[in-house]
């Protein structure tokens, strides 16, 4: 969950801001496995080419956002962590919701929610 979290946070952060390095931390993201499992072979070279080439040209990032946003990679990063939110909480209660750790460990599986 923390991994997808942090994906997800650099990803929103590039939608934002846009900020020049930000889609060099794409390379191993989720959302750049994603993309690269759903896209044909010419646009996965693309974004390959875009995330490795280290220009910060607002063309360049734009056409990076288009990309893994018209696959979806953002999407599937926010129903991968619902998911493991879910399944955490699940396991949790399966297991000894009485024990002294429960709690701390659901408050914690609680904090990773993300908004």
């Known amino acids: 969950m923390l991994q997808i979290l942090d994906d997800l946070e650099d990803f929103q952060l590039l939608l934002e801001s846009k900020e020049s390095e930000s889609h060099i931390i794409l390379d191993r993201s989720l959302a750049a496995a994603y993309a690269s499992d759903m896209l044909p072979d010419t646009t996965k070279d693309e974004l390959k080419q875009l995330v490795h080439s280290g220009s910060s040209g607002t063309g360049e990032l734009d056409k990076l956002i288009e990309i893994l946003d018209d696959c979806g990679a953002g999407l599937y990063m926010v129903a991968e962590l619902e998911k ?15 024990s002294p750790a429960a709690e701390q460990i659901e408050s914690m599986i609680r904090s990773l929610k993300f908004n």
């Open 84 to 98: 493991h939110y879910d399944l955490g909480l699940a396991c949790l209660s399966e297991a000894d919701p009485l």
